[in-house]
Antibody
């Protein structure tokens, strides 16, 4: 079935960077926006930004500007989210999610990855 | 940025009862681009409703969404045991996409 599969849990020290991967299967990877959302323990989800896998264009939430980089490798249908200068507030589960068709109107997120726990601790 | 406020924070109900969840936006949601998600512990959110009132693929008809502008409602007509979970609303009509803080539906 259509799915997004993410990389495994990470433990990082403050000031380090983390890179999470999200592999798409059974749909046209370059045909849909991929969004990244994080969720701190006990909190609501927080949108971080999107990447257009076809063009590589990105749009980041202002909160993460300068600290987040979203990329993709179309040869292996995989999107990446890298977050730098980590601090304890970045401890959260990070999700990738499928958004709208590229070139289509905005849409809700209908397919989600299983989540990647990132723990920031000294 | 559109702030979404969900109420109540927790809803304590019994199986078979009706659940009514509210989501209020700080400004009008463009084209009623409002979604509802269900989340169970340790799982990713699951899309239930999009466009304020359209059910996603495979979602039972006991789930319904309504509302427009700034006030939206998710109704679960008769709670099944598997419906006890946390529910989030999300607006996707403007950037940044934003989520509510969630309503937990727990067994009374």
């Amino acid at each position: 079935q259509v799915q997004l599969v993410q990389s495994g849990a990470e433990v990082k020290k403050p000031e380090a960077s983390v890179k999470v991967s999200c592999k798409a299967s059974r749909f046209t990877f370059t045909g849909y926006y991929i969004h990244w959302v994080r969720q701190a323990p006990g909190q609501g989800p927080e949108w971080m930004g999107w990447i257009n896998p076809d063009s590589g264009d990105t749009d980041y939430a202002q909160k993460f500007q300068g600290r987040v980089t979203m990329t993709r490798d179309t040869s292996i249908n995989t999107a990446y989210m890298e977050l730098s200068s980590l601090n304890s507030d970045d401890t959260a589960v990070y999700f990738c999610a499928r958004g709208s068709l590229v070139g289509g109107s905005t849409s809700a997120f209908d397919v989600w990855g299983q989540g990647t726990m990132v723990t920031v601790s000294s | 940025e559109i702030v979404l406020t969900q109420s109540p924070g927790t809803l304590s109900l019994s199986p078979g009862e009706r659940a009514t969840l509210s989501c209020r936006a700080s400004q009008s949601v463009s084209n009623n681009h409002l979604a509802w998600y269900q989340q169970k512990p340790g799982q990713a959110p699951r899309l239930l409703i999009y466009g304020a009132s359209s059910r996603a693929t495979g979602i039972p008809d006991r789930f319904s969404g309504s509302g427009s502008g700034t006030d939206f409602t998710l109704t679960i007509s008769r709670l099944e045991p598997e419906d006890f979970a946390v529910y989030f609303c999300q607006q996707y009509g403007s950037s940044p996409r934003t989520f509510g803080q969630g309503t937990k539906v727990e067994i009374k």
